[in-house]
């Protein structure tokens, strides 16, 4: 049998392999650079995806403020469009704003032209609501295309924000199984101790990318439970920002 025949189809399925892996890990840099973590073991990024959602943002930017914390929202453009007044409140409690494309695809398939399109009307909507343009982008699902490092280089953002935990808080689950899924965060401080390692970058989700007014209950009673001992455990809450500010990780 001639190996060819067997050779082109196994490197074909390795490649495929290879950029999936590459497309989906968090960890992964095959698509380009991302920021995987913080700088300093006890430095905390919490992160929200898909809103802004009326139903539920305002009052997590209430619970926020009782504890005085910042967080990174990263933005659906199509939700800022029919919620200007709730993205411009997000950003006036001080929290950084990010982009999240316009309407949630998974990039992967997406060609560069349409890639760039979801960008430029996320950047577009963001703009429009607050003056000024997002400086972070997390792509929807975590999954990364073959042209989004040029894109973002192209379109000067600060970076792609991945992540070290996501617990799933977009499941129908109840919200003791969250706050379980949650934990790791203090074990992982515990366990760098004087370590000079990277802290989390945690997501969760205000929002539903399906439609507006989606139920998050569950997040919001899993912070309820979390913020005040993450707090005790010495976590320093940032934004993507801030956490440019003492060197991205």
């Known amino acids: ?4 025949v067997i050779a082109v189809p196994a490197a074909t399925a390795a490649a495929g392999l290879t950029a999936a892996w590459g497309a989906v890990y968090p960890q992964s840099q095959l698509f380009g650079p991302t920021v995987r973590h913080t700088r300093k073991a006890n430095q905390f990024a919490l992160t929200f995806d898909d809103g802004p959602n009326p139903a539920i943002t305002p009052r ?33 409690r001080g929290h950084c704003i990010g982009n999240h494309t316009e ?3 998974n990039l992967f398939w997406l060609g560069r032209a349409r890639l760039r399109e979801e960008l430029s009307n996320c950047q577009q909507a963001i703009g429009e609501a607050l003056g000024q343009s997002a400086r972070w982008m997390r792509p929807p699902y975590g999954i990364r295309s073959p042209f989004l490092d040029s894109l973002v280089t192209e379109m000067k953002f600060h970076g792609v924000v991945m992540w070290t935990l996501i617990p799933g808080d977009w499941l129908e689950k109840p919200a003791e199984w969250l706050i379980r899924r949650m934990r790791p965060i203090v074990g992982h ?10 802290g989390d970058i945690l ?12 139920d998050r209950q569950r997040t919001l009673t899993a912070l309820e439970y979390w913020l005040p001992r993450w707090k005790d455990a010495g976590l320093e809450f940032a934004t993507m920002d801030q956490v440019a500010e003492s060197g991205v990780g």
């Open 60 to 92: 997590l930017l209430d619970l926020l403020d009782r504890h005085r914390v910042r967080a990174t929202f990263f933005l659906v453009g199509k939700f800022v469009r029919a919620c200007p007044g709730l993205a411009r409140e997000v950003a006036a």
């Open 1 to 4: 049998m001639n190996p060819w």
């Open 203 to 214: 997501v969760l989700h205000d929002g539903n990318h399906h439609a507006l007014n989606g």
């Open 189 to 198: 401080i515990e366990r760098r101790g004087g370590q000079k390692r990277g």
């Open 103 to 105: 309407t949630h695809p």
